[in-house]
């Protein structure tokens, strides 16, 4: 699957983002999806994962209840919510799917920045 995320940019601090994710192919449906980040001189970070239909997400403590990640299978396309944004959500954010046959995220699209300021 081939993924490409989208909707990154410059808000100040308070404010909200709305991230996508297009995949591409007909079996997007079977995918785990999932969003990351990685921050200036740090390591990429896992920041919310969804189920295959959706119906279970979890997610990384420091975005619990600003954030949420949903997805839109007939659509081909996973989001991600951002409110009450803070600068240290700065970063590139990156979506990645998880196939049937694996336990980790083996796909990954482009990052988008997401730029918090103060």
């Known amino acids: 699957v081939q993924l490409q995320a989208s909707g990154g940019g410059l808000v100040q601090a308070g404010g909200s983002l709305r991230l996508s994710c297009a995949a591409s192919?007909?079996?997007?449906?079977?995918?785990?999806m999932g969003w990351f980040r990685q921050a200036p001189g740090k390591e990429r970070e896992f920041v919310a994962r969804?189920?295959?239909?959706?119906?279970?997400?979890t997610y990384a403590d420091s975005v619990k209840d600003r954030f949420t990640i949903s997805r839109d299978n007939g659509k081909n396309t996973v989001y991600l919510q951002m409110n009450s944004l803070k600068p240290e959500d700065t970063a590139v954010y990156y979506c990645?799917?998880?196939?049937?046959?694996?336990?980790?995220?083996?796909?990954w699209g482009r990052g988008t920045l997401v730029t918090v300021s103060s």
């Open positions: 990645a799917a998880m196939d049937l046959y694996s336990n980790s995220f083996g796909s």
């Open positions: 192919g007909r079996t997007f449906s079977t995918y785990i």
């Open positions: 969804i189920s295959r239909t959706g119906g279970s997400t």
